[in-house]
């Protein structure tokens, strides 16, 4: 399996863009979730799907952040607009729930984003 | 406020030798904790977990130990090698309620030195 798949990898964009992430989880995963690393906070979840439906946003930043997944291999995270406190390493991840409890869950490598 | 604290940023060790990386917590109702390691410009890779029904849980070189008392949980690397040079993020969840969600430490850089 290829893993969890990012893209871009790195992103440089000016404050005021609209930046899109994307990732596709791993096949036969069904929980999906979007992270953020910065220096200051270290990892934090952003937002969880299960079954394509978003079960947990509440560690959604603000209302600039928005994130869907339209089917069960493809999820995006959009920040409109951008703004430089924005920069930061995002991960996504994938697991298996079943019955409750939810498996290990894998990471991506990741999209360094860069707002100037 | 911090539920998971890895209070030591950094770790060096000499290779061959034993490497212990510490994380303790706050929340009570965490009940699951896993160690993730993550070598620069890749996502994080699952170690080792531990349940807290355990007090110990050993994989290879990897052991992990859980004080429940004490909300401490430590990861022994025996012996430690240059490539477990890495930044070792100790999680905990709790299974029992949002069993999903991962709480994490900022992390500790291992560097073992040959």
């Known amino acids: 399996d290829a893993g969890v798949i990012q893209s871009p990898r790195h992103e440089v964009t000016e404050m005021g863009q609209e930046v899109t992430l994307r990732c596709k989880p791993i096949?036969?995963?069904?929980?999906l979730f979007w992270y953020r690393q910065t220096m200051m906070r270290g990892l934090e979840l952003l937002i969880y799907?299960?079954?394509?439906?978003?079960?947990?946003d509440s560690g959604m930043p603000e209302d600039r952040f928005s994130a869907k997944m339209p089917n069960a291999s493809f999820s995006t995270l959009k920040i409109q607009p951008s703004e430089p406190r924005d920069s930061a390493v995002y991960f996504c991840?994938?697991?298996?729930?079943?019955?409750?409890?939810?498996?290990?869950?894998?990471f991506g490598p990741g999209t360094r984003l860069t707002v100037l | 406020d911090q539920q998971v604290k890895q209070n030591s940023p950094s770790l060096s060790v000499q290779e061959g030798r034993i490497s212990i990386l510490n994380c303790d917590y706050t929340?009570?109702?965490?009940?699951?904790f896993l160690w993730y390691k993550k070598y620069p410009a890749e996502g994080p890779t699952f170690l080792i977990s531990i349940s807290s029904i355990k007090d110990k849980n050993e994989d290879g070189r990897f052991t992990v130990f859980l004080n429940k008392s004490a909300k401490h949980l430590s990861l022994h690397i025996v012996p430690s090698q240059p490539g477990d040079s890495a930044v070792y993020f100790c999680a905990a969840s709790a299974r029992g309620g949002s069993n999903y969600k991962l709480t994490f430490g900022k992390g500790t850089l291992l560097t073992v030195n040959p």
């Open positions: 991840a994938s697991s298996f729930n079943a019955g409750g409890f939810t498996d290990t869950q894998y």
């Open positions: 929340n009570s109702m965490f009940d699951y």
């Open positions: 799907f299960n079954n394509n439906v978003p079960i947990d």
């Open positions: 096949s036969g995963h069904n929980s």
